[in-house]
């Protein structure tokens, strides 16, 4: 969700949003970080519980667990949470792609970019146990600020106008499909937090869930 300040005048239009929100995937919650105990062992037999925190991923399909110091490997987990995305801890500001992780303890699937971010076909049927925040171990890195990828919006990032209501991100140096619009500034814990020259509230999520963005010129 976001709301868009027009100047001048204090006229303010509050628009509902899949948007910003569906980027995240994670919310904050009571939920435990999954690996520490009664997890399913690594289907790939490398690690006690598979992708538990600080372990690496292999490259393309299927995602195994493989050592980091590998050739293959691909990406570092930086937090493992049980239960789904959507009502799961929020990822750390530097994931890149969240993977999720089937009842056998295997990977369901990945996060694709922000506008194709999808809990997967496990949540849907239940058989989700849990998530891994995932760091590529090289560049390119989508989930940086401005990058224009990435399962969450944090400031740096900017956004576009997809549709009525609706923000998604894309790269604040115009390399991707959409050029930017907003860019988000800071994050506070209220819309009356904000400067005054605030052009568009976004939902972010977190300890500070509302970002102040300011239209790019």
């Known amino acids: ?16 949003a899949l948007g910003v929100l569906a980027l995240t995937g994670c919310h904050p919650s009571s ?16 690690g006690d519980v598979f992708l538990g925190p600080a372990d690496c991923s292999s490259r393309g399909e299927p995602v195994r667990e493989v050592s980091c110091r590998s050739e293959k490997a691909a990406a570092r987990v930086l937090a493992r ?6 009502n799961g801890p929020a990822c750390p500001p530097a994931t890149d792609f969240v993977l999720h992780i089937a009842e056998n303890g295997g990977p369901a699937g990945a996060a694709g970019p922000p506008e194709d971010d999808r809990d997967g076909p496990a949540e849907e049927t239940g058989t989700l146990r849990g998530y891994a925040c995932m760091r590529n171990l090289e560049p390119p890195h989508p989930g940086d600020p401005g990058q224009g990828g990435g399962p969450l919006t944090v400031v740096g990032d900017c956004v576009y106008a997809s549709r009525e209501g609706e923000v998604k991100e894309t790269a604040c140096d115009g ?7 907003f860019e988000v500034e800071s994050a506070v814990a209220s819309r009356d937090r904000c400067p005054g020259t605030t052009d568009l509230y976004v939902q972010l999520g977190g300890d500070s869930p509302v970002g102040c963005a300011h239209r790019v010129r």
């Open 1 to 16: 969700m976001y709301e868009r300040r027009r100047a001048p005048g204090p006229v303010r239009v509050l628009l509902s």
């Open 175 to 181: 390399s991707g499909t959409h050029a930017p619009e």
């Open 81 to 86: 949470y049980s239960g789904v995305p959507s």
């Open 31 to 46: 939920g435990a970080p999954a690996g520490l105990s009664g997890q399913q062992p690594s289907p790939g037999g490398y």
